[in-house]
Nanobody, 123 residues
Framework: QVQLVESGGGLVQAGGSLRLSCVAS????????MGWFRQAPGKVRESVAA??????NYVDAVKGRFTISRDNVKNTVYLQMSRLEPEDTGVYYC??????????????????WGQGTQVTVSS
């Protein structure tokens, strides 16, 4: 069982920045596939970014603005968000998969989920 705890959400003006953090339990964190997803009101949950080992993947809408990274000593994955837009508003979820299947980006590919953190970008 892996527990995930997110932090770092909040209210920011368009053009601003936020950094989300997610601390994971477990001794094999470095082998976990980690992902960030978001869900806007009335919309389905979508992948934002994922990291498997040193490989990263981003949805087109955030490429060049968001960066996912991990610290395997601290069991933490980060999402640095810059040049935020109102369309980035939503609940952001951290997710983990321990099955070592490589890069995956759909909701069904992840075993464990955090409770979510709200990000609101005002125009």
């Amino acid at each position: 069982q892996v527990q995930l705890v997110e932090s770092g959400g909040g209210l920011v003006q368009a053009g601003g920045s936020l950094r989300l953090s997610c601390v994971a339990s477990g001794r094999a964190f470095s082998s976990y596939l980690m992902g960030w997803f978001r869900q806007a009101p009335g919309k389905v949950r979508e992948s934002v970014a994922a990291i498997s080992g040193t490989k990263t993947n981003y949805v087109d809408a955030v490429k060049g603005r968001f960066t996912i990274s991990r610290d395997n000593v601290k069991n933490t994955v980060y999402l640095q968000m810059s040049r935020l837009e109102p369309e980035d508003t939503g609940v952001y979820y951290c997710a983990a998969d321990t099955r070592m299947r490589g890069m995956r980006t759909t909701v069904d590919d992840y075993e464990y989920w955090g409770q979510g953190t709200q990000v609101t970008v005002s125009s």
